[in-house]
């Protein structure tokens, strides 16, 4: 079974751009997560997914940030305009439903850096 | 006060020796207690998961809760350089189950 996949692995862009993360679930997968880890924390939800709907995007900085999850597979994050605080990693996850006992398999992440 | 409380270390130990990572938690009434490990430029990936108060073994790893104190830990036995990684405490929420990670505890197992 292919994992999740994540691109691009690394960007660097410089405070005001904007960038883009893309997240391709494992197949049959309904639920997708999106967290941010900053260096030396625990990865901290940003927005969660149950197929192409939001079911919990309390955590994300909708002033800058957004996400969609068009025909419930693939999921864009976008950052508008970045902070120097933005900078992390970018996780995306996914499992079968959101009940505590399916597991949240989670891509390699994007590393971002605002200088 | 955090949800879940874990010492980020760093932790260097020889190999072969026992790891003891820990975390604390502050909601009574959390009942599913996971460990993630994270390699180097890697996401987590669960390690082992468990419901109660206890021991549960799985080959070299052993978690353990003791809800009394809201104290989990993982142990590692005769750890191996591959054992190198960061290990993070996650408890789901009672009523959303959303994942509620420790800061993570970065292990060297040296050769």
């Known amino acids: 079974e292919a994992g999740v996949a994540q691109s691009p692995r690394y960007k660097i862009i410089e405070k005001r751009q904007s960038v883009a993360f893309w997240c391709n679930p494992i197949s049959g997968h309904a639920t997708l997560y999106w967290y941010q880890q900053i260096l030396g924390q625990g990865p901290k939800l940003l927005i969660q997914?149950?197929?192409?709907?939001?079911?919990?995007d309390s955590q994300l900085p909708k002033d800058r940030f957004s996400a969609e999850r068009l025909k419930g597979v693939d999921s864009t994050l976008k950052i508008q305009p970045a902070k120097l605080e933005d900078s992390a990693v970018y996780l995306c996850a996914s499992s079968r439903s959101p009940q505590r006992e399916d597991t949240q398999y989670f891509g390699p992440g994007t590393r971002l850096t605002v200088l | 006060q955090k949800e879940v409380e874990q010492d980020p270390g760093p932790l260097s130990v020889p190999e072969g020796a026992i790891v003891s990572l820990n975390c604390t938690y502050s909601n009574s009434a959390f009942q599913y207690f996971m460990w993630y490990r994270q390699y180097s430029r890697k996401g987590p990936e669960l390690l082992m998961y468990t419901y109660s108060s206890g021991n549960k073994e799985d080959g070299r790893f052993t978690a353990q809760v003791d809800k009394s104190s809201k104290y989990i830990s993982l142990f590692i036995r005769d750890s191996q350089p591959s054992d190198s990684a960061t290990y993070l405490c996650?408890?789901?929420?009672?009523?959303?189950?959303?994942?509620?990670f420790g800061a993570g505890t970065t292990v060297t197992v040296r050769a």
């Open positions: 997914f149950q197929n192409n709907g939001v079911v919990d």
């Open positions: 996650a408890i789901p929420r009672s009523n959303d189950y959303k994942l509620s």
